[in-house]
């Protein structure tokens, strides 16, 4: 005898498609937390020692394009978007590499983050992280402390996409993983 449900569908199905439902929310839920771990560690990095070596880009290289294809029903979809969001990313933080305002692990961070989530998402990362960055200049400048060089900005970022990826895209009605 089999077992059925209310409905009549045998359970082996209904559990099935619950399987499949609760795997993605477990993998987005899994990346997440890997973005976190990631980006608390090249802020950490950023502040002890000013240095981020390439190995921790390379290294996060497959979880953005991890999360490019878990968001995105089809590869050509998602190459579009990540492609969009590595352009964005390069736009807004090569000419203030350039300039020697920002290092060039900040500009593969956000390349990173551009290539994983996309150009809509990146901006909200940037603007967020701009506003962190910004707030923490001026706390330190209120403060009368000497000018540094350079403010470490990666733990800005590592901040904002935190908090972002807790409070997710929920305003235009999307879901981030």
């Known amino acids: 005898m089999a077992w059925r449900t209310c409905s009549g569908m045998p359970a082996t199905r209904s559990?099935?498609?619950?399987?499949r439902r609760n795997s993605a929310i477990l993998i987005g839920f899994a990346l997440a937390l890997a973005w976190a771990v990631w980006a608390g560690c090249i802020g950490a990095l950023?502040?002890?020692?000013?240095?981020?070596?390439?190995r921790w880009f390379v290294g996060a290289l497959p979880l953005a394009l991890g999360t490019l294809r878990h968001r995105h029903p089809s590869i050509n979809?998602?190459?579009?978007?990540?492609g969009a969001g590595l352009t964005v990313a390069l736009a807004l933080n090569l000419p203030a590499w350039l300039r020697g305002w920002t290092g060039g692990a900040d500009v593969k961070a956000y390349a990173l983050v551009g290539l994983g989530f996309g150009a809509w998402h990146l901006l909200e990362i940037f603007l967020a992280t701009s506003l962190l960055?910004?707030?923490a200049a001026l706390a330190f400048w209120l403060r009368g402390g000497v000018k540094p060089k350079r403010l470490a900005m990666l733990p800005a970022l590592g901040i904002s996409l935190c908090a972002w990826l807790v409070s997710g895209p929920w305003w235009w009605g999307d879901k981030l993983f």
């Open 133 to 135: 960055f910004g707030l």
């Open 15 to 19: 559990l099935k498609g619950a399987a």
């Open 46 to 54: 950023d502040v002890r020692s000013r240095r981020v070596s390439n």
């Open 77 to 82: 979809l998602a190459l579009l978007m990540g």
